[in-house]
Structure formats: C-alpha cells, structure tokens
Nanobody, 124 residues
Framework: QVQLVESGGGLVHTGGSLRLSCAAS????????MGWFRQAPGKEYAFVAA????????YYADSVKGRFTISRDAAKNTVYLQMNALKPEDTAVYYC?????????????????WGQGTQVTVSS
C-alpha cells in the first residue's frame, strides 16, 4: 500500500511562491504516474500536473503552465510542485496522488492512492 504525505502548503500573497512536497512510503515499478490535484471549496478535484515515475515526462493543466513545475527525486521517493506567480484562484487544498494506470493522468478517478492534502491560500 503506497502512502503519500504532502507538506509545504501555507498562506502567500499574490505573486508569491510555494513548494509542495509529496513523500511516498514507496514507489514500486507498478506506479506509472504521480500527480497533483487541487480542490477549491464547493468544487470538484481539478488536475494540476503529473509526472511519469520512469522517464520523468511532465504534464500540466493549462491554468498553471509556465507558473508551476512538477519534479521528482527518485532517491527520496518524493515529488515536488514548485508554484510561482501564485494567484488567488490557485487557493485550494492540494492533493498528491499516484496511479498504476498508463491512461487518464488528468482524471482523478484514475488514481489509486491519495495523500491527505495540504492547504494553499493566496491572498489578494
């Protein structure tokens, strides 16, 4: 059972930066993609970014392209989300997730494991 623990959330002003971390208890070869999703109050999960466990290919939602960067440290079983130029609309609980599937990386329903989430609040 893969366990995921996020950290790094907080309160930041518009234009500021945060780096989220997602530490995995393990990342077996069966894990294909690691992803970040976010959920604002009253809204569904929204895809933010994803990275393949092997090879490191990255994928982003249009709303964060050029501002957010997903990366991984294989030795530490950790995935990061560097968030720059933050906007109030980025305010949400951010979740790390992992999937064994090679498809549907932007669909929350495709993911098998989830962290508990970390709050990001961007003030105007």
């Amino acid at each position: 059972q893969v366990q995921l623990v996020e950290s790094g959330g907080g309160l930041v002003h518009t234009g500021g930066s945060l780096r989220l971390s997602c530490a995995a208890s393990e990342l077996p070869a069966s894990i294909y993609v690691m992803g970040w999703f976010r959920q604002a109050p009253g809204k569904e999960y929204a895809f933010v970014a994803a990275i393949r466990r092997s090879g490191g290919s990255t994928y982003y939602a249009d709303s964060v392209k050029g501002r957010f960067t997903i990366s991984r440290d294989a030795a530490k079983n950790t995935v990061y989300l560097q968030m720059n130029a933050l906007k109030p609309e980025d305010t949400a609980v951010y979740y790390c997730a992992a999937t064994k599937k090679s498809y549907g990386r932007s669909w929350s329903q495709s993911y098998d494991y989830w962290g508990q989430g970390t709050q990001v609040t961007v003030s105007s």
